[in-house]
């Protein structure tokens, strides 16, 4: 073959050329040491006539030269062209909004319940706490409900098999009722003056509905000193529930029973609900806690004399509380585990 038709055939073949692969190829099959196609030319000069030779020889050899030129044209070409590919499917596009990544949050009931310690810690009281299995000394004996009296009855109880048995009495285990224990527990370890909240979670074998759940939250509240009365304990409240629903509200005081308070009050909160299907809201009490002023008794219990102290306590319904803060109709919905109703708190 012409060595101005070798030229021909690689011009038209490099240009079709889009690989590394095949651009190695190309080079192999002009170039290659032992059967390129210029190769083989120039090999075969020493065959030729000296004046054809010393032509041929010159054209060959620039044709080699150019072919490489090309060869390392066509290379950088197409290193361009892979890198641009590269960075076009690396590429980011920082306009796009991110992934929003859900990382949970707290529960309605954790909440209130940190809002209602706030409150009470600004008002000088002190948070502690108290077993959730207690025995049935702190949970009645204590708090002047003695055995086989019928206001044990006011609370029924998730007993537990095991006890502890003294010589004088045995005292059975229990899932508390409530946080009034914690009033006993802690007075019998500090002298008064003092004002404290117990917040916990208590159980009650009851049958629910949609104020009613077998586990649910109070906040227990005691405050002792010299000249304590039930005005403190008003004026108290008013101003916690003020300060929890961020408004005026109306409340209720209505006298009750408790073995451990003497007077015993119950207190509601007027609030409005929604009627079914109607626009129009109606307005209702619900009760949301229970009070009084510490009896003579739990003092004694607690070693602490009756003649020199007296003070406030209450329990006070936190699910309800949340019920009317969030507009909840029923206390059940908390404890779903409804991931719908929960995250609305988000
Ligand atoms: C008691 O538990 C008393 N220990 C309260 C108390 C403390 C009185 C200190 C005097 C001095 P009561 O059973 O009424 O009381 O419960 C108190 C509050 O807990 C109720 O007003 C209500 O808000 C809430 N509560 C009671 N039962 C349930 C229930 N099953 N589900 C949800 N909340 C409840």
Not at 225 to 246: G, M, R, T, V, Y
Request: hydrophobic share 40%; charged share 30%.
């Amino acid at each position: 073959m012409k060595v101005s038709e070798i030229k021909k055939k690689f011009l038209k073949e490099i240009e079709k050329i889009n690989s590394f692969k095949e651009l190695e190829e190309i080079k192999l099959n002009y170039l290659g040491r032992k059967s390129g196609i210029l190769t083989k030319v120039l090999h075969s000069l020493k065959k030729l006539p000296i004046e054809e030779r010393k032509k041929v020889g010159k054209e060959a050899n620039s044709l080699k030269k150019e072919i490489e030129n090309f060869i390392s044209l066509k290379f950088e070409k197409l290193k361009t062209k892979e890198e641009k590919e590269k960075l076009l499917k690396e590429k980011v596009d920082l306009t796009c909004p991110g992934k929003k990544v859900y990382l949970g949050h707290l529960h309605p009931l954790t909440l209130v319940l940190r809002e209602i310690k706030d409150i009470f810690l600004r008002m000088g009281f002190e948070v502690v706490e108290g077993p959730e299995i207690e025995n049935s000394v702190y949970n009645f004996d204590a708090l002047n409900i003695p055995k086989n009296h019928p206001s044990r009855d006011l609370w029924s109880t998730f007993w537990l098999d095991s006890a502890l048995h003294f010589s004088s009495h045995t005292s059975r285990f229990l899932l508390r009722t409530h946080t009034s224990p914690v009033q006993v527990r802690y007075m019998e370890k500090h002298q008064p003056p003092f004002r404290i909240i117990a917040p916990g979670r208590v159980f009650r074998h009851e049958r629910t509905d949609a104020s009613h759940e077998i586990q649910f939250y109070q906040v227990e509240g005691l405050m002792v000193d010299k000249n304590i009365n039930l005005s403190n304990f008003k004026a108290i409240i008013l101003h916690f529930f003020e300060e929890f629903f961020k408004k005026k509200v109306e409340i209720r005081l209505r006298p009750s029973y408790f073995p451990f308070t003497e007077p015993s009050v119950e207190v509601d909160i007027k609030f409005k609900s929604k009627i079914k299907n109607q626009k129009s809201k109606k307005e209702k009490w619900l009760e949301v806690m229970g009070a009084g002023m510490v009896h003579p008794n739990v003092f004694k219990s607690a070693r602490l004399n009756p003649f020199n102290w007296q003070g406030f306590a209450f329990g006070v319904g936190v699910d309800r509380l949340a019920m009317i803060k969030y507009k909840i109709p029923d206390v059940r919905l908390f404890y779903k585990g409804d991931l719908r109703f929960i995250q609305q708190w988000r």
